[in-house]
């Protein structure tokens, strides 16, 4: 499979979390001890195989690609082979990829080749085994990078042929450095509240990050707190606390209608809405015992939504779970 990663392009229609891939070990935001254990290994040409967990966006397929360009240089891309674990339509398929690729001897004078393999935790115990077995027949002409989301979906014997990093969401601070950089090279108009609402938005996700402001740059507008909201899907964390406010003041009805318009107004489902109910529910003016109650009904009913109940329905239930509670 040809790599379809990393190619940098300068061009107006390149979507930004290409464009904006990190080039090099000082590129890439956070995760500070990460690459300062992986650039040792590049130092001495040499490395174990990797594992690479954490949530998305923070960085595993770029230091990937990062790894490749410092150990191959402009060879790199014939040293570097990308396979999705769960596209590949299971192990059978990346198994005979993986002896395509590793049949020949590297380029350069890295004596191997690297395999990064995305998705790892969406295989079964047993593919995992399959490509234990694999990593090994492999061992002296590739070298694997494992990404996955949950290191503890990931069998004991691949782990322990492997150096683990675990990549952490993105603070504030990397984030906000990220979006003055795109907004600086974009030119894009975009104001304080924005930035606050981009960092609430994307959770620490940098691919979030970059679509969203991706998004709103498309319109050509300046870019507020409104836009980034709309096109993130949330209510403005403020709206959602003014309704569950009015229905720990026992004003059911009122919180009802502010809860169905801001749903309107943003085109939130259920889902979505009770997300940002669940964390509002911390900055409420209430006993922490009555949060802690308050929270387990959300998982109950984003459960019963999951399982096809009404949403409206589901979400009346909820508001007046807070007029109840609070009482
Ligand atoms: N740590 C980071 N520093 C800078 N940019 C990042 C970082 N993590 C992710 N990004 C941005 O998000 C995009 C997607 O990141 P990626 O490395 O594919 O995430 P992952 O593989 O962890 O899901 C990158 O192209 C880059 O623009
Ligand atoms: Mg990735």
Redesign the pocket.
């Known amino acids: 499979m040809e790599t379809k990663l990393g190619n940098q392009s300068n061009d107006d229609t390149a979507i930004?979390?290409?464009k904006?891939?990190?080039q090099s070990f000082s590129?890439?935001?956070?995760?500070k001890d990460i690459v300062k254990r992986v650039k040792a290994f590049i130092e001495a040409k040499n490395m174990p195989h990797l594992l690479?967990t954490?949530?998305?966006?923070?960085?595993?397929?770029?230091?990937s690609l990062v790894v490749a360009r410092k150990l191959f240089g402009s060879n790199w891309r014939s040293n570097f082979l990308e396979l999705n674990a769960s596209d590949e339509r299971g192990i059978d398929v990346v198994r005979v990829k993986v002896k395509d690729f590793a049949r020949t001897r590297a380029l350069g004078d890295v004596p191997f080749k690297i395999i990064y393999l995305?998705e790892c935790d969406a295989l079964t115990k047993e593919a995992q085994q399959a490509l234990r077995r694999t990593m090994e027949n492999y061992t002296k002409t590739c070298r694997f990078i494992l990404?996955a989301n949950y290191s503890s979906k990931i069998i004991d014997p691949i782990q322990s042929r492997c150096a683990m990093f675990k990549?952490k969401p993105?603070d504030q601070k990397?984030i906000i450095s990220?979006i003055e950089k795109i907004s600086t090279d974009e030119g894009l108009k975009i104001d304080e509240s924005a930035k606050k609402a981009l960092i609430e938005a994307c959770g620490g996700d940098?691919?979030r990050?970059?679509n969203i402001l991706q998004s709103c740059a498309a319109l050509g507008e300046a870019i507020t707190e409104e836009l980034v909201f709309s096109l993130a899907s949330m209510a403005k964390p403020k709206e959602v606390a003014e309704f569950l406010n009015l229905a720990v003041e026992n004003k059911f009805i009122e919180a009802k209608n502010k809860m169905l318009e801001t749903m309107l107004n943003y085109g939130l489902s259920g889902l979505d809405i009770i997300r940002q109910i669940e964390r509002e529910i911390w900055q409420l003016n209430i006993e922490s015992r009555k949060k802690v109650a308050l929270i387990d009904k959300c998982a109950e009913i984003e459960f019963r939504m999951v399982e096809g109940a009404d949403e409206f329905l589901q979400l009346e239930a909820l508001l007046a779970q807070f007029t109840v509670v609070s009482r």
């Open positions: 930004w979390i290409e904006y891939r990190p590129d890439i935001r956070g995760q690479f954490g949530p998305a966006g923070t960085g595993k397929t770029s230091l995305d990404s990549f993105l990397d990220i940098c691919r990050l970059e």
